[in-house]
């Protein structure tokens, strides 16, 4: 370990900052060898005590130190590992500091470092402390200016935050900007760039005819790969007009591509800094996996502008009030601008494999979390997606419009302050009138929600009775597990699929489906006037973050999925249909009984591949199989082999059975005309591609041939990818190695494209385990340096192959251990990431689980770990 036994901080012991910094004035003086930061702080004191002032800083090197223009002597200030401390200060005072950084060995990719040839940063959560002694704490918010200098050939182009106010030549070819961002903001949405850049370039005129100009700068080889996003930015300010009101607020507004980067993009203040996989794309490169992906994180960002940045968050244990909120409206956003069925499927999918997994796993914790030992590994699938969730409850409880109210409230109050999540709940509660109280609970208490529902017909009296029970499992924050307060929307179908008008004395959706409150341990609701007994559409729209258990039988769940007319229902109905076949299914491997096809399931599927529906993109997932990673979650201890075998037979059973009718609907669904990322174009691709799918595990014929014709004449990547994944995940491996090969000759310049060619063969069914890996990580497309390449290749095999990753042996936990050892020394925050599919060892059955441990043991044995890794491994451990 670096520092001992790192320590956790608590959300109890927040105290408001002792000093302002009115003004911030920085230069960065750009060298090859080394960077010179040189600050002047306009600070005042805010306590009527004088205080100590202590900076944040890490691996800096200290220059200078002045204060109102004295350079102070190595006695009046004290300098440790993290930190630097000024006691006996002035109110008043302009403290000015030199640090000397090394931006070009920066590895970890936090605070000023170098993706390929540019300059750029990362500064969220603590990385501005990389770049000088600040006050680093999002509460801390300050008007900055920035010069930078640089030589100007190597990087004609120089950005900052806000407007770009002067340039000028100087001396040794080299340059100078100036740039100031009127905006008060705290460190870590301070951005910078430098770089050898072209960009594209459109406006917007905003609501009240405000005309801003909207820039996307990328390395020259990317620039035909800008229009995509230029347009998803368009539509996402367009969209936060109209649904929350909410302008832009500056006359520009840049978007810089970088290739190394941890996560998917950083909304520093009108200098958005993106993963080029989550920016760049055209239709012979991208697919359309990646152009919605694009158009979800470019609004995703935008969004931050006022939900993040106009008002942000007090501390960094408030992260979902800017996260969860933000993911709320992004998928809003993309619900609006495609199909809102599957967003809601898309994200309850992501939210029930990953999330739950998460909230039953050792890193559980609220979205609101009470202590953590480094925030880095709090950017959670809880903070975000759960978030995301509790907000979307809100919503459910108030409406539309009282939300409205609320959030323009919100935005109104707290405008230009650093807030926390009860802020948000109270502006809510304050603009509806409505009590949200006990709902509060939702931001303290850990683990899903579980209810337990049982139901009763009275025929006789026309009553049909819910009892609905609530459960959570016992997690470390707290002692006692509240009751939540659970929106419930409800929907009854009478035998012929229609929706019963009901009447329970709660607030209605609409005349078909009723929120009722759940809010106690448990509690029975009865509806009246019910002519015969119904089939419950539970849940609908998947209207709370909960685990429902209910006794369904096959025939309601083939009713609901025939009739609901809540398509999200309609589709989790099939889930689970097929969910307990698999599960059934894998009883039968782990005795040696033969296994036999379910025939009610099989009937289902004949009846969503007999025709094209009016919904196509709908239709592919009603034909979905649940994931492996899904099926997992449902066993308290997963026998993984047993449910990738029975899944694989079912999809086997369904492909021999139905082959022909999937090659219709292949072929009906052909796209004529050249490649369009628009819904519908993308949703006949996705029902094509899926179709493929289960073409070619067809044993009677054999599809390949359709399969490498499609990879080979593709005009798009969507099409070519598709083709060549069908090829690579079926037994023709043959022909997969001799397209494999072709497309890596084809796309070795472009490395998103290499990146997708790693990541296909480390998620194989069809890899030689981790020998298949490390012949990967050797191939010159690997860099371990770079995070999109280390999750292609690492995070690929250990997240999504699972059938190789948890080979009963125990090799696949080894190496990923060794691979995390490798790279906690380059960068932490990608290494402790990595650790996620090891810590679900409690959830895995034996022999692996003990192999899982020991993995986790290897790597804490190790000296010198790093604050990340060491916290998510000790509370693994410790579990
Ligand atoms: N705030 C970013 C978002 O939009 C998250 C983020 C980007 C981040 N880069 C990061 C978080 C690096 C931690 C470290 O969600
Ligand atoms: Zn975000």
Redesign the pocket.
């Known amino acids: 370990m670096k520092n001992a036994e790192p320590k956790a901080i608590f959300l109890k012991d927040y105290q408001a900052p002792s000093f302002e910094i009115e003004s911030t004035h920085f230069t960065f003086d750009l060298y090859e060898e080394y960077t010179l930061v040189t600050s002047i702080l306009k600070m005042k004191q805010t306590q009527n005590q004088p205080a100590p002032l202590e900076l944040n800083g890490q691996d800096l090197e200290l220059m200078w130190v002045k204060v109102n223009d004295q350079i102070l002597s190595e006695d009046q200030y004290a300098l440790q590992d993290e930190s630097l401390t000024i006691a006996a200060l002035p109110d008043d005072f302009t403290l000015s500091i030199q640090t000397k950084i090394k931006p070009q060995e920066n590895t970890a990719l936090e605070g000023l470092y170098k993706s390929s040839d540019m300059f750029c940063t990362?500064c969220?959560?603590e990385g501005f402390r990389r770049i000088t002694y600040f006050l680093d704490r999002p509460d801390v918010m300050s008007v900055y200016t920035v010069h930078i200098t640089a030589d100007k050939s190597a990087y004609p182009v120089l950005l900052s935050n806000g407007n770009l106010v002067a340039t000028q030549d100087e001396s040794d070819g080299r340059h100078s900007a100036t740039w100031h961002d009127p905006h008060k903001k705290p460190c870590y949405l301070f951005a910078l760039v430098a770089g050898d850049l072209q960009h594209i370039e459109d406006t917007f005129t905003t609501m009240s005819g405000v005309d801003v100009t909207l820039r996307i700068y990328v390395e020259p080889q990317n620039i035909d790969k800008c229009d995509y996003a230029m347009g998803a930015l368009k539509r996402s300010m367009k969209w936060d007009e109209e649904v929350y009101g909410r302008e832009y607020d500056l006359n520009i507004f840049n978007i810089v591509a970088v290739d190394a980067f941890?996560?998917?993009?950083?909304?520093n203040k009108s200098l958005n800094i993106f993963n080029s996989s989550c920016v760049l794309a055209n239709p012979k490169t991208a697919t359309d996996a990646t152009f919605q992906r694009i158009e979800a994180i470019v609004a995703?960002?935008y969004f931050?502008n006022w939900s993040g940045n106009r008002v942000t968050c007090r501390d960094w244990f408030q992260l979902s009030l800017k996260?969860g909120f933000t993911v709320f409206r992004d998928s809003e956003f993309s619900a609006d601008m495609g199909s809102r069925t599957v967003k809601r499927i898309e994200d309850v999918s992501l939210l029930r494999t990953a999330q739950f997994a998460e909230d039953a796993g050792p890193m559980a914790h609220p979205i609101l979390p009470a202590s953590f030992i480094e925030i880095?590994n709090f950017?959670t699938l809880t903070i975000y997606e759960k978030g995301a969730e509790v907000v979307r409850m809100i919503h459910n409880i108030l409406g539309e419009s009282l939300f409205r109210k609320g959030s323009d409230l919100y935005f109104e109050r707290h405008d230009g302050q650093a807030v926390t999540t009860e802020h948000f709940v109270k502006a809510m509660e304050d603009a509806s009138g409505k009590d949200l109280s006990q709902f509060r609970h939702w931001y303290h208490q850990a683990g899903t929600p579980e209810l337990w529902v049982s139901d009763s017909y009275n025929e006789s009296a026309q009553t049909y009775a819910l009892t609905i029970k609530q459960t959570c499992r016992d997690t470390s924050e707290t002692d006692i597990k509240k009751p939540y307060h659970i929106p419930f929307a409800i929907g009854l179908l009478d035998s012929a699929g229609k929706d019963l008008t009901l009447s329970c004395n709660s607030s209605a959706f609409n005349d078909a489906t009723q929120v009722i409150n759940v809010t106690q341990h448990e509690e029975t609701f009865e509806f009246e006037g019910v002519k015969t007994a119904p089939v419950p559409s539970m849940l609908r729209g998947f209207s709370a973050p909960v685990k429902l258990n209910y006794d369904y039988q096959p025939e309601q769940l083939m009713h609901l999925m025939a009739h609901d007319s809540d398509g999200f229902n309609q589709w989790d109905a099939g889930q689970t249909l097929a969910t307990s076949v698999i599960l059934s299914l894998s009883q039968d491997v782990l005795a040696g009984t033969d296994l036999k096809m379910d025939e009610n399931l099989l009937a289902v599927y004949a009846k969503w591949v007999a025709e094209l529906s009016d919904d196509l993109a709908k239709q592919a997932q009603m034909l979905s199989l649940p994931s492996l990673a899904y099926l997992i979650e449902q066993q308290p201890q997963a026998q993984v082999h047993a449910l990738y075998t029975a899944r694989t037979f079912v999809k086997q059973a369904i492909s021999d059975k139905l082959h022909n009718e999937f090659n219709e609907i292949y072929v009906a669904c052909q796209v004529s005309g050249p490649y369009e990322p628009t819904h519908d174009a993308m949703a006949k691709r996705t029902l094509k591609n899926l179709c493929l799918q289960y073409m070619i595990q067809a044993q009677s014929k054999d599809y390949s041939a359709i399969a490498q014709t499609q990879f080979e004449m593709a005009d798009n990547m969507t099409d070519q990818y598709t083709g060549l994944s069908a090829l690579v995940n079926s037994n023709h491996q043959e022909k997969a190695q001799k397209a494999l090969a072709s497309f890596y000759e084809q796309w070795k310049e472009d490395v998103l494209v290499t990146n997708m060619w790693l990541s296909l063969q480390a998620a194989s069914d069809y890899i030689d385990g981790v020998a298949g890996a490390n012949a990967l990580l050797s191939h010159p497309a690997f860099d371990i340096k770079n995070p999109n390449k280390v999750r292609a290749v690492i995070g690929a095999f250990a997240g999504q192959n699972l059938r190789h990753y948890h080979a009963q042996d125990g090799l696949g936990y080894n190496w990923l251990a060794d691979r995390i050892i490798e790279l906690d020394a380059l960068n932490p925050?990608i290494a402790s990431r990595l650790l996620g599919p090891l810590t679900k060892w409690k959830r895995i059955a034996q022999p692996n689980s003990s192999k899982m441990k020991q993995a986790l043991e290897k790597i804490a044995s190790r000296g010198n770990l790093s604050k990340d890794v060491y916290e998510v491994v000790s509370k693994s451990l410790a579990d």
Request: hydrophobic share 25%; aromatic share 6%; glycine share 6%.
């Open positions: 990362q969220e959560a941890n996560m998917g993009a950083m909304e995703h960002e931050h996260e880095s950017y925050q």
